[in-house]
């Protein structure tokens, strides 16, 4: 054909449902709510119309690979993305030229398999989109405190992180968002004010008072806190250390830093008593003492709380890196002047259960 | 069929506890009663952060009674702006329970709710912090304003929950929950984190 046009048409697009299924199948057994909406979105491999195609390399982390297919949670899924009136309306969504209207059974799937897996800012997402959250939040509290009264703190606890990991933070800006753990934000608030007494210092307050605190810090959530105020203050340290625990799997390594950093100040506080003794008893400050025995470099302490230096580190360095990896550390120390530096150092009651009952000292410790 | 629902749209006039018609000088002596009480009433308990953020609010929602109600131009149009909204979220809720196609309907409803919390809780609370009548009877100063700021988000997307809640479903089908289920659910959750 010497004078036709030539055809320059892309041939049309011939989705492969079988990937569709898939793909869909594995964002809802792993619990990944991102994916799942972007399978919907307008440039998804998934529409016809649009030009992506699940066959490019860029998108093979959107199909299962043999060892997911081969797990029953996938099964489940497959099924649940090929039920009849499931795959009709993702069919219809995916050839619409509009935004999808996700199918509600498998966003529960997702976020259902989400709370399985402990990824709860996604659930809350998928919970949110259903208008389920609250009710899920408050099923779950339920339960935990029903665990509680039968003694199960363990599974207490775990209610707790599940209800209070589905909170939404409705302030978020510039639309809310799942509330999310920064601990290295909460413990610079924690910490914000210099203690200028006893009553100050997080760590020396009364019991009763520093689990009100530590609870509230933990939980991310007053309320979640307040739940708890008509418990026993046994069942509430109980409670704080299996939180702890959760929270934190590597608590131990931290308290085995901070037993080191204990050492530390006690070896100061023993420096400190000869100095005096030999001064006449003369009585001076501690942080004039400490600055005296711990030479140049009072950083020694927060670096053995840390587990590294860092290089000209402040105080605020140190407590928001300790915050980060074991988010209960900023409840057990404070902020300590010492001649020109500030830094952060171990504290702790001697007469309150607390540092025993979590761990941080063994039960034959004294002050 | 649906019937017309305000719970969400922020109403001045109940805030204030006054009629729609309600004259300016009266507008005024509800505020400053109101006013005066909670005042007395914050001096009187221990502020807490709850409480703070309690009283913040209380003390934003008058000022910005005050500040739209009292002038007939700004009330009127905050008043009709009000009612449009309750009229399309109506007449959104009915397309939807026909069956139709209400994709625009739903666009349209959601560009004016945003609008309509954003202008008249947001900047409406803090234009009546700025305004002088409000600052000499509740003393708001810049201080409030700070906290303020992240409370009137948290108050406006609030309402904006309570609206939605009973909208049509949009961006996912209306799912079919089984409590019961749910609680299965859960449970199941907790005693495999237990063990």
């Not at chain 1, 899924?77 to 219809?92: E, F, G, N, Y």
């Not at chain 1, 999310?180 to 008072?209: F, R």
């Not at chain 1, 950093?261 to 003369?282: W, Y």
Request: proline share 5%.
């Amino acid at each position: 054909m010497f004078f036709g046009k030539k055809n320059t048409a892309a041939a049309p697009k011939i989705v492969n449902q079988e990937l569709t299924t898939k793909s869909l199948a594995k964002t809802v057994a792993e619990g990944d709510f991102v994916n799942f909406r972007l399978l919907f979105q307008a440039f998804s491999p998934a529409r016809p119309n649009s030009s992506e195609r699940f066959e490019d390399s860029k998108y093979s982390y959107l199909l299962p690979d043999a060892d997911l297919e081969s797990k029953p949670e996938f099964r489940t899924a497959l099924t649940q993305v090929r039920a009849d009136a499931t795959w009709q309306h993702i069919q219809r969504e995916l050839d619409a030229n509009r935004p999808a209207q996700l199918p509600a059974e498998l966003v529960i799937a997702v976020a259902d398999n989400a709370v399985r897996l402990g990824k709860y800012t996604i659930a809350s997402q998928a919970y949110e989109l259903l208008r389920i959250r609250r009710r899920m939040q408050d099923e779950f509290f339920a339960q935990a405190e029903k665990a509680l009264d039968d003694d199960n703190v363990r599974r207490a606890v775990h209610g707790y992180l599940v209800a209070t990991g589905l909170e939404y933070n409705y302030a978020a800006f510039p639309e809310p968002l799942p509330l999310v753990a920064d601990w290295q934000t909460k413990a610079l608030m924690l910490h914000g004010v210099y203690p200028q007494s006893a009553e100050d210092c997080i760590p020396l307050q009364q019991p009763e008072q520093f689990l009100r605190t530590a609870l509230t810090y933990l939980l991310l959530d007053p309320n979640a806190a307040a739940r708890l105020e008509s418990r026993s203050i046994q069942t509430r340290l109980a409670f704080l250390a299996e939180l702890i625990k959760q929270r934190d799997p590597n608590w131990r390594d931290f308290v085995h830093r901070y037993r080191e950093a204990c050492g530390l100040m006690r070896d100061f506080e023993a420096r400190i008593q000869h100095a005096i003794a030999e001064r006449g008893g003369a009585r001076v400050s501690l942080a004039r003492e400490i600055e005296e025995m711990a030479g140049e470099d009072p950083h020694k302490i927060p670096a053995t709380l840390l587990g590294r230096t860092i290089e000209n580190g402040e105080w605020w360095q140190y407590l928001k890196e300790i915050a980060y990896t074991h988010p209960a550390s900023a409840l057990f120390v404070s902020r300590q002047i010492i001649g020109e530096t500030e830094i952060i150092v171990p504290r702790y009651r001697g007469d309150s259960p607390v540092p025993f009952a979590v761990g941080l000292l063994p039960a034959t410790a004294t002050t | 069929m649906p019937t017309p629902n305000d719970g969400g749209y922020v109403n001045y006039f109940e805030i204030l506890e006054l009629e729609p018609d309600a004259k300016p000088g009266e507008v005024r002596k509800s505020y400053r009663t109101k006013m005066k009480n909670l005042v007395a009433e914050i001096a009187a308990v221990e502020i807490t952060e709850e409480r703070r953020a309690k009283y913040l609010l209380e003390m934003a929602k008058l000022n910005a009674g005050l500040f739209l109600l009292r002038e007939t131009e700004l009330r009127d149009t905050y008043w009709r702006d009000r009612k449009e909204l309750i009229d399309l979220e109506l007449e959104w809720c009915r397309a939807a329970e026909a069956g139709g196609d209400t994709n625009e309907l739903r666009k349209s409803y959601d560009a004016h709710v945003r609008s309509f919390l954003s202008r008249y809780v947001e900047d409406a609370m803090l234009a009546g912090g700025r305004d002088k009548e409000c600052v000499e009877t509740s003393h708001w100063d810049a201080a409030h304003e700070r906290h303020a700021s992240r409370i009137l988000r948290h108050y406006r997307n609030g309402l904006y929950q309570q609206i939605l809640e009973r909208l049509p479903y949009a961006d996912v089908t209306k799912p079919n929950i089984d409590w019961t289920e749910r609680q299965k659910f859960a449970g199941s959750v907790l005693a495999q984190g237990a063990n």
